[in-house]
């Protein structure tokens, strides 16, 4: 299992702010196996990126990810309202084949 | 787009089995997705349990797969999850997924299961 660990654990920002999360893992990950997902409070998570910088179906070009090897970072640029949660990445292994998830960002509002 | 709903106990006791469906809709369980299972324990993060594909292959969590069963029920169009000798520590919010892409595209809103006598 590849470990992924994120920071900061928790960030405090005030809406119109940029936010910058980082997701690092141990061991060079595929670009196209990294994913980010935000998620709210009693909600299911959302997927917003995958293969490391793709926005899925419906998702705010505010939000965006980039990074390769072990160093992955998803930016909102633009804190809206609708944007404090938890974020998580998540990395896909093949041997043996396997999804892991980092322990979570919360951007909370400041 | 696919939509995925849980069903099953809200309440399991130690020891026990948990069996758990997901109904897909708006989508065939045949369209070529991985069918996921993700649990939450409260107040914590994610943990991947398992998936399965239409034709019921399967990989599961290495921490959890003496376990696990998962299955695929073509004719309902729907998945389900058996995880067998329940403890507290598998307290927890259960989402079903469909995973394409290598990531999980679709959820459903999750079902929370409690251990307890």
């Known amino acids: 299992e590849i470990v992924l660990t994120q920071s900061p654990g928790t960030l405090s920002l005030s809406p119109g702010e940029r936010a910058t999360l980082s997701c690092r893992a141990v061991q060079s990950v595929s670009s196209t196996y990294l994913a980010w997902y935000q998620q709210k409070p009693g909600q299911a998570p959302r997927l917003l990126i995958y293969g490391a910088s793709n926005r899925a179906t419906g998702i705010p070009d505010r939000f965006s990810g980039s990074g390769s090897g072990t160093d992955f970072t998803l930016t909102i640029s633009r804190l809206e309202p609708e944007d404090f949660a938890v974020y998580y990445c998540q990395q896909y292994g093949t041997s043996p084949p396997e999804f892991s998830f980092g322990g979570g960002t919360k951007v909370e509002i400041k | 787009q696919v939509q995925l709903q849980e069903s099953g106990p809200g309440l399991v006791k130690p020891s026990g089995t948990l069996s758990l469906t997901c109904a897909v809709s708006?989508?065939?369980?045949?369209?070529?997705?991985?069918w996921t299972w993700v649990r939450q324990p409260p107040g914590e993060g994610l943990e991947w349990i398992g998936e399965i594909s239409q034709s019921g292959n399967t990989n599961y969590n290495p921490s959890l797969k003496s376990r696990v069963a998962m299955s695929v029920d073509k004719s309902k169009n729907q998945f389900s999850l058996n995880l067998s000798s329940m403890t507290a520590a598998d307290t927890a919010v259960y989402y079903c997924a469909a995973s394409t892409y290598y990531s999980l595209h679709f959820w459903g809103q999750g079902t929370l299961v409690t251990v307890s006598s």
């Open positions: 708006s989508g065939s369980i045949t369209s070529g997705y991985w």
